[in-house]
């Protein structure tokens, strides 16, 4: 985890690899994740199974996440953005 | 390992960890915390089936008996065990289906002298137990010791069920004082019960452990579920606290287990 200011708050970036998990393991284990961290932090996870890139955000946005992006930054790998609120 | 849970957990638990009302955070709730089932028998042998699915950390089990052949139409869990004791065979079975559940085992019968010692080390009091007397006692130490506690019983196709938690709602003696009298209560031949009842009336009773421990929804306090299974309603009578109640009332006549009788009386079931 490092952190980085923006706007003047200190904010912590965290990371998830999820590659090679599929539904509903992708939001499970995202969702533990998120629990780990403070209101405010960013997760950056990684999917490679291609249903959990449109039910993972759609979940998260159900519990009140934000999703700040969404990218696919390779063959069938997906870069999801989250903002823990 | 991710918040703590480990990849088999993750999975285990995922449809818990999944409900927002739940989350990891209620799961480490239910796997720190502890439950006691007084009887696993009808009621019992239920409730610690799915308080042992749900991973409650630590389920106390205190029971004398030993399985028979006629308690298999009802206490599913104890299938393969007759004339094991009830509570062995109810550990064997949690072990089997969650080892995240540690078992503490009681092969004695709940009296005046141990309930008070028992009861301290839980968070929630299952009374599975199956006649007035152990009742009476359950809910007067659980009043004592500000312990929340699930009543449960059933007769034939009828059940009821409703929740206590001491001071913040009636407690059993607010809606009967005493034990009925001797003949008033059905006579052992006549206590015959479905099956499937016990099952329903168990789970409930667990179900309100589950909510109580994770702090979500409504528990059945002040109101008392009355379920026939031949009808197939729920009906919900609502309870008052009586302030005449004599261990939970203005002036409690009660006031210690050891100076009180607790007669014993036929099982009914
Ligand atoms: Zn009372």
């Known amino acids: 985890m490092q952190n980085h200011a923006e706007c003047g708050d200190t904010m912590a970036v965290a990371e998830i690899d999820l590659k090679g998990e599929v ?15 403070e209101i405010g932090d960013e997760l950056v996870a990684l999917y490679d199974h291609a249903p959990a890139v449109e039910n993972v955000p759609r979940s998260l946005r159900n519990e009140g996440h934000k999703i700040l992006g969404i990218k696919e930054i390779g063959d069938h790998l997906w870069q999801v953005r989250i903002q823990k609120v | ?24 955070k209620g799961q480490k709730k239910l796997l720190e915390s ?4 007084i009887g696993a028998g009808g009621l019992g042998a239920p409730a610690i089936e799915y308080l042992a699915a749900a991973g409650v950390g630590t389920l106390g089990i205190i029971d004398d008996d030993v399985v028979d052949l006629s308690n298999l139409q009802r206490q599913v869990i104890h299938g393969g065990n007759v004339g094991i004791q009830k509570v062995k065979s109810a550990e064997q079975f949690v072990n089997r289906l969650n080892p995240d559940v540690n078992v503490v085992a009681y092969t004695e019968r709940l009296n005046q002298d141990n309930i008070l010692g028992i009861i301290r080390d839980y968070d929630f009091i299952i009374d599975g137990s199956d006649n007035f007397a152990t009742r009476f006692l359950v809910n007067d130490a659980c009043v004592f010791e500000n312990k929340p506690l699930s009543h449960g019983s059933i007769f034939r196709f009828e059940g009821q069920v409703t929740t206590i938690v001491p001071h913040k709602g009636p407690c059993y ?21 479905l099956g499937v009842l016990p099952g329903i009336i168990g789970i409930i009773q667990a179900t309100e452990a589950i909510k109580y421990i994770l702090g ?29 109640c004599p261990v939970c009332g203005e002036a409690p006549k009660i006031r210690s287990i050891a100076e009180t009788t607790y007669a014993e009386s036929c099982r009914v079931w």
Not at chain 2, 1 to 16: A, K, V
Not at chain 2, 173 to 189: D, I, K, N, T
Not at chain 2, 223 to 241: C, G, H, P, T, V
């Open chain 2, 34 to 37: 502890a439950a006691l089932c």
């Open chain 1, 23 to 37: 539904c509903p393991y992708t939001f499970v284990k995202t969702k533990l994740k998120l629990e780990e961290l």
């Open chain 2, 216 to 244: 979500i929804g409504e528990l059945l306090v002040g109101r008392l579920i009355y379920y026939d299974a031949l009808n197939m309603s729920f009906d919900e009578i609502k309870i008052q606290w009586n302030k005449e």
């Open chain 2, 1 to 24: 390992m991710i918040g703590g849970f480990g990849e088999e957990q993750i999975r285990r638990y995922s449809r818990h960890i999944i409900l927002p009302e739940v989350g990891g």
């Open chain 2, 173 to 193: 003696r607010c809606l009967f004082e005493h034990a009925p009298p001797p003949g008033m209560v059905p006579s052992c031949q006549e206590a015959g019960v």
